[in-house]
Nanobody, 119 residues
Framework: QVQLVESGGGLVQAGGSLRLSCAASGSIFRINAMGWYRQAPGKQRELVASMVSGGSTKYADSVKGRFTISTDNAKNTVYLQMNSLKPEDTAVYYC?????????????WGQGTQVTVSS
């Protein structure tokens, strides 16, 4: 089992910045990718940003140029630096890890952290 613990959410004014962190712990064998998703009220969960183990990144069009994903592989931690925040970025942000062991490949999710951007 892999546990993901997120931190760094909160309330910020439009134009401000927040940095989310997500630390993975437990029986970690190989993390193939880590990423951030978000879900706003009444909407489906959507990918915000992801990074595979080789370093390639993917961003939602709506956050390109404003958000940056990074990882600290030694700490099994992924970060999301969010700049120039907009009210439409308001959502619960979830950390995700694509993990492989000898016998299975699984997706793990954090508990979510609320990000609220006021106008």
């Amino acid at each position: 089992q892999v546990q993901l613990v997120e931190s760094g959410g909160g309330l910020v004014q439009a134009g401000g910045s927040l940095r989310l962190s997500c630390a993975a712990s437990g029986s970690i064998f190989r993390i193939n990718a880590m990423g951030w998703y978000r879900q706003a009220p009444g909407k489906q969960r959507e990918l915000v940003a992801s990074m595979v183990s080789g370093g390639s990144t993917k961003y939602a069009d709506s956050v390109k140029g404003r958000f940056t994903i990074s990882t600290d592989n030694a700490k099994n931690t992924v970060y999301l630096q969010m700049n120039s925040l907009k009210p439409e970025d308001t959502a619960v942000y979830y950390c995700n890890a694509d993990h492989s062991s000898w016998w299975s490949r699984n997706d793990y999710w954090g508990q979510g952290t609320q990000v609220t951007v006021s106008s």
